[in-house]
């Protein structure tokens, strides 16, 4: 974690929240989901509509496919999003989506083969890379609460993705590690 302490920037960050890690969720699927629902709203909103989903469904591969559709729109995800899900839940259950059957896989390849599922874009494969299979040198510079932290503390154009990405550079091979920080500025 040198690089991180090391940057003037996020070392204060370090210190006020400790050491934070990238640690596998337990369940792939079920993180896989939540990202879907995260694309692209609020974090009250994505927040409500997760405990609404998993409050009232089982979120397993088998029980997207096989849900009311109507009954998944009750807990507030868009026509579009069940469709992603259900993509998700297809691709599961043809493809081993899971940390053993993607663990030799490169990072690049990973965001391959996920976003080659309808609905699944650079962030969600990259939130994906971090929070499931726990890999800790992963940027997603599509994060609206990443760039929005670089500005504030580099004062960077929230919208230069190319200086955004230059910029991390320095934190390989902790990235995801560095992004968490980041996070912890707009939280």
């Known amino acids: 974690m040198d690089p991180i302490r090391n940057d003037e920037r996020l070392a204060p960050l370090v210190e006020e929240h400790g050491e934070l890690a990238i640690e596998p969720a ?10 879907i629902i995260n ?10 509509i997760r405990e609404r989903l998993f409050d ?7 029980a997207m ?8 729109r009750d807990v507030g995800l868009s026509s579009q999003k069940i469709s ?3 993509n998700v839940a297809t691709a599961f259950q043809t493809d081993d989506l899971t940390r053993s059957g993607m663990a030799d896989l490169t990072d690049e ?3 391959t083969r996920l976003t080659e599922i309808r609905g699944v874009g650079d962030w969600t494969a990259k939130m994906y ?7 800790e040198d992963v940027f997603p510079v599509e994060d609206l609460g990443i760039r929005k932290a670089m500005a504030e503390l580099y004062q960077m154009d929230e919208n230069d993705r190319a200086a955004m990405v230059e910029r991390a550079e320095a934190w390989r091979p902790y990235r995801s590690v560095a992004s968490r920080y980041l996070w912890r500025v707009v939280d």
């Open 129 to 135: 890379l971090m929070f499931v299979l726990g890999r």
């Open 26 to 35: 337990d369940d792939e699927f079920e993180r896989f989901v939540v990202s």
């Open 84 to 86: 992603y899900i259900q």
């Open 56 to 62: 009232r469904f089982e979120v397993t591969p088998e």
């Open 39 to 48: 694309q692209q709203l609020s974090t009250q909103s994505a927040a409500a």
């Open 109 to 111: 390849d990973v965001l």
């Open 65 to 72: 496919l096989n849900a009311d559709e109507t009954a998944l």
